[in-house]
């Protein structure tokens, strides 16, 4: 049976790459474990957890914490990946894509990478705490004191996800599956950084992730951008190297100390358009300071505009976007070259 | 190859039921297809979607979707299963215990049903809006407008679930996995059920899945419990069966028409303790209510404490209880039976 079952693993192995035509069926895929568990989390009292008299205001709840779902394929050869979504959206901007091709969480399992998606602490799976909502309801404090959360309308996201310069126009060429675009605005939720403390309740639980990973390739993407750098500051441990997809933000280089990222490995990767757009234009310049900055420090970081290398057309949200797949098979080359998986 | 293909499935097929034990690893689990999307959503335009300068306050967001994430087994030999959370939780509930063990959602692939897991409306990776709370925080309207959304501390939580009679007291020869409650309480999610319209969002989004499916079980647990026979009434299109797990309400049989529920599969499961519970004794007895008055209508309605079937000691959270995969395959054999697999 053993013996059945390696032959069986080997030939799994050997057809489980699709192809990355959108109707052709993928070959099953095989999972040595599948799972999900939290890192991070503190305890908190309150006495306005609820406003209802059927749930208590006075208790203890549990916030910060941070979701994570895991898939282990039978032949992890390649270093995990821990995927980390942006503004106002969650864990699913690496499943289905909104026009229902495979996302980057399936393939990159295909292509031999555990896989650790994850929600931000208080968004999607990862709770936050209501309290400061029903102390308002509940007249013991003011109206100014209501958290900043947020939703990004669809015609001011569609700028800054850069399907085009403004609602409803589209850059010629793009890649996002606008066709799907019903689909993708129901992926986006309420966004509750801006009432959290810097650095996000996420980056220590990265670094906690990271470390029980015993070795780990943080990818970020936009908001996120500057989680990653913010974990190698707190603790090297388990950073195995950084891919910031479209970062909102780069570490300063006049300000910030470069030192944590001596010997990292760091790839920073914008899509198209970027100069065409106000928001992400001085975005780039400051990451390419940051490159230059680093490497001068004695770091191994890279900046790579996907046009530089043969992709067109892609907008903000390039693991979604029609190429998304050939992206992917680039991004497993660079971490091939960057990141040997270990023995 | 495919004659490699078919003997491999058939072989993973035979070995892939694991062994009940919490240390038992389990043989690779094999799926034909993974992946996320949504059913239901409208748009909705706002004025209050932010009150930061960097997101526009006006726009247009999609609110009352509800995420699915499905796994379909290579043999899908029995009818899918939508898995439907409770209260202040998301559909991590049905993913790996608290405790480290499998989760219904994937035992139920392994044995041959394609699982599909949500997150109500407004919960999880499924959006709310957060425009009442910046109606307030911006002036526009009072405090009294804001939205009942609440979170249950685990002092209350306690006894709902039914780990003891009250915190931190612990019912003798309880089955819920205490020693790992700490990472249960990080499951917990705020909730603003109670400031959506009845019948909540989720009921027709499950209409529009059990339709899209062709074909499935809705099981619910606790305050989704009324979600699946809401839906039957609405629209019995695709729904083969209803399995109630702890349900908060059952149709009251004194105010609702029982048509909705003729020649439908229904099974209303409790765990243990319930008489012991001023929360649920009141519940189990309008359900026992139900059902006699579903089947004097014509249904084919049954309820069943677990205790009567050999299984002692469960709590609320029986999906997550040490015996959990006991319960699972008695399941699976009354779905068997009830909800016999097409041609």
Known sequence: MLRVFALCLA????????????????????????????????????????????????????????????QIPVSPVRTPLVLIHGCCLTGKTWETTPDGRMGWDEYFVRRGFPTYVIDQSWRGRSAGNPSAINAVKSGKAGAD????????GREAAWAIFRFGPEYPKVFPGM??????????????????SAALPVPNPTVPALSELAKRLKGAV?????????????TAALDRGGIRAIVALEPAACPDPAKE?????????????????????????????LCRAFVA???????????????????????????????????????????????????
Do not use: C
């Open 257 to 285: 100390d470069l030192a944590p990222y001596k010997d990292l490995p760091i790839l920073v990767l914008f899509g198209d358009y970027v100069d065409q757009s106000p928001r992400w234009a001085p975005r780039l310049k």
């Open 175 to 192: 890649q996002f599956p606008l066709e799907a675009q019903a689909e993708f605005w129901k992926q986006m939720v309420p966004d509750w």
């Open 218 to 230: 943080l990818v970020s993407h936009s908001q996120s951008g500057i989680y990653p750098f913010q």
């Open 145 to 152: 004191t209501l958290p900043p959360v947020f939703s990004a």
């Open 293 to 343: 900055a680093a490497n001068a420090a004695g770091g191994r970081a890279e900046l790579i505009l996907l046009p530089e290398i043969g992709f067109h057309g892609n907008s903000h949200m390039l693991m979604q976007d029609k190429n998304s797949l050939d992206i992917a098979d680039w991004l497993t080359g660079w971490l091939d070259k960057r990141v040997p998986a270990k023995d």
């Open 11 to 70: 030939a799994f192995a050997a057809a489980s790459l699709p192809g990355h035509a959108a109707d052709a069926p993928s070959p099953p895929l095989t999972l040595s474990e599948q799972g999900s568990f939290f890192v991070g989390g503190r305890d908190v009292s309150s006495e306005t957890l609820s406003t209802l008299p059927a749930y208590a205001p006075s208790g203890t709840v549990t916030v910060d914490q941070v979701y994570v779902h895991y």
